[in-house]
T-cell receptor
């Protein structure tokens, strides 16, 4: 069945460091891929998405490229800020009806 | 082995009806959530229960009422369904409350109101 695996956290970085959060997926078809972010005390928000192979989703300085050959959708940001401290969730959906989420990676950015 | 399960997966109903969506988690978590996913794929938190007590109750119509018979279950009951209630509803669970926590999501229930 479909599933998403993302790197275990927590991740702690200094401000302006480079961020990578790994996400790999298993799917029977051609899913859309998503990154969601949850700031403390809030619900999940969509951060970016990609709907087909080689698409790059980007938002707020974050990027992720849909790699079909490696079944990956790693999240990257060149220079993190304290305000990026949150929990990040990778997810996939093949039909738009069923979603499969990773368990989240907690990021803490220290000044 | 399913960690968080929701039933039904699909629900099609008419305006004015009352319906329930059930959620169960077998992870031993003490906190459960209901989210609504809008047309732009944003997940908006609706309710959160910690140890069967309501912790978060965002601004949702009174027609929505969560019920937590025990820590492993958080059901969502919706009265007098409206067209705007059509969405995908996600249940989730986590251990602990008060900080960033890993949440385990159910697969979602697509509700269509006609």
């Amino acid at each position: 069945g479909d599933s998403v695996t993302q790197m275990e956290g927590p991740v702690t970085l200094s401000e302006e460091a480079f961020l990578t959060i790994n996400c790999t997926y298993t799917a029977t078809g051609y899913p859309s891929l998503f990154w969601y972010v949850q700031y403390p005390g809030e619900g999940l928000q969509l951060l970016l998405k990609a709907t087909k192979a080689d698409d790059k989703g980007s938002n707020k300085g974050f990027e992720a490229t849909y790699r079909k050959e490696t079944t990956s959708f790693h999240l990257e940001k060149g220079s993190v800020q304290v305000s990026d401290s949150a929990v990040y969730f990778c997810a996939l959906s093949e039909s738009g009806n069923q979603f499969y989420f990773g368990t989240g990676t907690s990021l803490t950015v220290i000044p | 082995d399913t960690a968080v399960s929701q039933t039904p997966k699909y629900l099609v109903t008419q305006m004015g009806n009352d319906k329930s969506i059930k959620c169960e988690q077998n992870l031993g978590h003490d906190t459960m959530y209901w989210y609504k996913q809008d047309s732009k794929k944003f997940l908006k938190i609706m309710f959160s229960y910690n140890n069967k007590e309501l912790i978060i109750n965002e601004t949702v119509p009174n027609r929505f009422s969560p019920k937590s018979p025990d820590k492993a279950h958080l059901n969502l009951h919706i009265n007098s369904l409206e067209l705007g209630d059509s969405a995908v509803y996600f249940c989730a669970s986590s251990q602990g409350w008060g900080g960033p926590t890993k949440q385990y999501f159910g697969p979602g229930t697509r509700l269509t109101v006609t």
